[in-house]
């Protein structure tokens, strides 16, 4: 059979595995959605064709069926007809941690702003600062490896990143220039304990 000229190969896992220890079920769909993993229905999930994802699945379906007693299936699928609909799912889910992440930035950025305000030029704070923001770049790298498709809030998650990565520039540059105006005056510059923030998450 011809293949359309939008079709696509697929990666597909079915999948079953004991329910006990339901730790090793969770840990099988984190590696999945690591990996980019749509779950079409429970325990059955599909990953565009690449040598990668070849390579992980076949070693998670020998997992599966050799180490932890269940049974495991890969399969090369094709669609026949369109594979918009599909790349459509795929595009929400990374839109979806896109959100997550475009959040936390405009969080950094309100903080970022607060402490200038308030002076509370520290090392202590620049240093939580950028502790924060290498989480978030970390995120974000991880879910740009995963976004097969180019999802919509790409280009808005990039360029907040981006802010905050020259606002926490400018933000040290005050760190800096704040020392060394009091290097002599110590006594007179208030201590300021950082604060506790939400923890910034990662996929």
């Known amino acids: 059979m011809k293949k ?8 597909l896992l079915v999948y079953r595995v004991p329910s006990e220890p339901s730790t090793r079920r969770v840990q099988i ?21 690449t040598p990668r994802h070849e390579r992980e699945l076949r070693k998670l379906e020998h997992e599966i069926a050799r180490e932890d007693g269940g049974q495991a299936h890969l399969f090369l699928s094709v669609t026949l007809g369109r594979a918009e609909a599909l790349e459509a799912l795929f595009k929400g889910e990374r ?15 309100v903080e970022i702003e607060q402490e200038t305000r308030k002076k509370h030029f520290s090392f202590a704070e620049l240093e939580e600062n950028e502790v924060d923001l290498a989480k978030l770049e970390n995120w974000f ?7 097969f498709f ?8 990039e360029s907040l990143l981006q802010q905050c990565h020259d606002r926490l520039t400018g933000f040290s540059e005050r760190v800096f220039r704040w020392t060394d105006q009091n290097a ?3 006594p007179s510059i208030p201590a300021v304990k950082p604060k506790r923030r939400r923890p910034v998450g990662g996929r």
């Open 95 to 109: 839109d979806d941690e896109y959100e997550e992440i475009i959040q936390r930035c405009r969080e950094f950025l």
């Open 184 to 186: 002599f005056d110590a």
């Open 150 to 157: 180019g999802a919509s809030k790409l280009a808005e998650a």
């Open 4 to 11: 359309a000229a939008t079709s696509r190969e697929w990666l």
């Open 141 to 147: 790298s991880k879910v740009r490896q995963r976004d």
């Open 29 to 49: 769909w984190r590696k999945i959605r690591n990996l980019g993993g749509l779950f079409l229905q429970h325990s059955v999930c599909i990953l565009p064709a």
